[in-house]
């Protein structure tokens, strides 16, 4: 190889070198980009949940709370809503009625199929008659 040869090929090879610092930079400020969008959709659609009327909560398949809104938070007596990740009913204020709970949440994941089902339970404002509306959770697949 000549020496010409050898030149043209370190100058291709470093302006390469250039063009992938620029793609990563690129690529870096398009991921952040990214994250700060993706946050801002979170906060707008936690704030949805969090203010939504009535009893909104989720569990998995374990009846294990995973998250809720501001409104069950308050009446299981917790001062906010990520404190309720991770407890199940019998770790709340309505723990008497938590077996039952757990039934009526079992039969709607084993069953996908929707419940509505009066429910007796102790809130924060005392033992109250709950309509309740219980829907399972999907993806495009299956129950969650």
Known sequence: MQTNDLEKLIKLINKQEKQIEELKKYLKSEQKRLF????????????????????????DRNNVFLGCNDLQAKNAQLNSREEIVGKTNFDLPWKDQAEELNRINNLVMETGQPQVEEEMALMANGLGTYLSQKVPLRDKKIIL
């Open 36 to 59: 700060a969008e993706l946050n801002k959709q979170k906060e707008y659609y936690e704030s949805i949940i969090a203010l939504m009327p009535g009893h909104v909560y989720w569990l």
